[in-house]
């Protein structure tokens, strides 16, 4: 039987990825604020050019939690603490081990341009890592992409990297914010503004 299946919430993807992984230790969980990205703000090239130094701005998790990995395996969304208006919990791609090392969930936010199908989703991630399993989610504007497979530091990095070179996939900007955070981090949970949908797999690959 599948560890993955259709309809699956994030949360619960996350969880199956763990299973696999005795010796992980610790997860984190981060709150922040959503609402409508600089690009969606600033849609014209000449609004980017007018508004550039706004770009630079970067808020940090207004709150974090963290949990032991059978913690972690219990946790549901009713357990998560409720938060104020526009604001999500989120899951860091970033696991800690009892030796204290650290590795990463394959995890990114795909932000693909007009015109990009999901099947054109699917081939850039089978191209990327064709020998490896993995789920897409539909997070309501977009598709979230969990891989079942943890990866070093090194790995990660050229993970981030791959993602930018179609140029039409992710946001350069999600992909700086992880860059100067050291992680990925993925939506769990829904607001009632923003992002009402909670992200839940749609495609199995």
């Not at 610790?26 to 007018?50: C, F, M, Y």
């Not at 989610?137 to 990095?157: K, P």
């Not at 179609?166 to 700086?176: A, K, N």
């Amino acid at each position: 039987m599948s560890k993955f299946y259709l309809g699956q919430s994030s949360l619960d993807v996350y969880k199956a990825i763990l299973r696999d992984y005795s010796d992980v230790y610790t997860i984190k969980l981060i709150a922040h604020e959503v609402g409508v990205n600089w690009r969606q703000s600033h849609p014209t090239i000449l609004d980017k050019l007018e508004n550039v130094v706004s770009a630079f701005q970067h808020s940090k998790p207004l709150q974090e939690l963290e949990y032991t990995k059978d913690e972690f395996s219990q946790l549901s969304f009713n357990d998560l603490p409720i938060l104020k208006e526009n604001l999500v919990w989120s899951i860091s791609s970033k696991v800690t081990f009892y030796d204290k090392s650290t590795k990463h969930i394959a995890m990114m936010n795909l932000h693909p341009e007009e015109g990009f199908q999901l099947e054109d989703v699917k081939k850039v991630l089978r191209h990327i890592y064709s020998n490896k399993n993995g789920v897409l989610l539909d997070s309501g504007r977009f598709h979230h992409y969990y891989g079942d497979y943890l990866m070093e530091e090194d790995e990660w990095l050229k993970f981030i990297a791959q993602f930018l070179m179609p140029t039409v996939l992710v946001s350069p900007r999600y992909i700086g914010y992880r860059l100067m955070d050291g992680y990925c981090t993925l939506r769990l949970t829904a607001d009632k503004k923003y992002k009402t949908k909670i992200p839940r797999v749609i495609e199995i690959l």
